[in-house]
């Protein structure tokens, strides 16, 4: 069981920039593909980018292209998600999970989350 850690969200305005770091407690992290999921108010925890153990296959719901960016980097078992022009829409509690292998999910190892707000 990778354990798992979100920090980096905080209250923005519109078009403005966060990077949400994940760090994960264990020594296997490479082992695994990591996704960042949201979940806003009244709606469904939906996902938002994946990215595979390597980092060299990466995916982005439609609604984030060309404005977030996952990334990691295994010598730190830390997975990012840069997000630049933001919008209200955007607002929402931001998880990451680890997958069950190297490439994909399901994604059922969670962290407890981090609140993203953007203000218009």
């Known amino acids: 069981q990778v354990q798992l850690v979100e920090s980096g969200g905080g209250l923005v305005q519109a078009g403005g920039s966060l990077r949400l770091s994940c760090a994960a407690s264990?020594?296997?992290?490479?082992?695994?593909?990591m996704a960042w999921f949201r979940q806003a108010p009244g709606k469904e925890r939906e996902s938002v980018a994946t990215?595979?153990?390597?980092?060299?296959?990466?995916a982005y719901a439609d609604s984030v292209k060309g404005r977030f960016t996952i990334s990691r980097d295994n010598a730190k078992n830390t997975v990012y998600l840069q997000m630049n022009s933001l919008k209200p829409e955007d607002t929402a509690v931001y998880y990451c999970?680890?997958?069950?292998?190297?490439?994909?999910?399901?994604?059922?190892?969670w962290g407890q989350g981090t609140q993203v707000t953007v203000s218009s």
């Open positions: 999970a680890a997958g069950s292998d190297r490439y994909s999910g399901p994604y059922d190892n």
């Open positions: 264990a020594r296997t992290f490479r082992n695994y593909a």
């Open positions: 990215i595979n153990w390597s980092g060299s296959s990466t």
